[in-house]
């Protein structure tokens, strides 16, 4: 079994519009929101085996916060073609994860991750700043990841009641 904690970035800032998309820190909410998010995954006991983010100021924050509370103390990957990824390039790095790693967590950004969680199961939502997707995969291997093979475990955001 292969499982993908899909993570939306928790929210950003448009403060200052000079900055360049790639460079928007979190705003307050934001900086609230992430280690919130972290400390739920970590009281369902959910520790991964891999980081994999978007290198994006924000997404950067968001993972390093989330990591921090679930005690994840590995190397993060920031991967710089997460960031403006559709479907099918998120996809394909979701199938090149290396099959020694089981639990994922994948950081990134919309409408990518929508589209992503939407090729795998049933999904109409959108997912929110710094939501969290779970799906399960019924499979050995990473490459062999689909829809067919897809349940979706849980979707959790700040504001949903706990």
Known sequence: M?????IRHAKSSWKNLDLDDFDRPLNKRGKHDAPMMGKRLRKKKIMPDLILSSPAKRAKMT???IAKKVHYDKKIV??????EADEHILQSIVKTIDDKYNITFLIGHNPGLNDLIESYVSFDENLPTCGV????FTCKHWSDTNSKNATL???DYPKRLT
Do not use: D, G, N, P
């Open 133 to 136: 997707v779970c799906i399960r």
């Open 78 to 83: 920031f991967e710089k073609s997460i960031y």
């Open 153 to 155: 475990s849980f979707v």
């Open 63 to 65: 993972v390093k916060s």
């Open 2 to 6: 292969k499982i993908l904690y899909i």
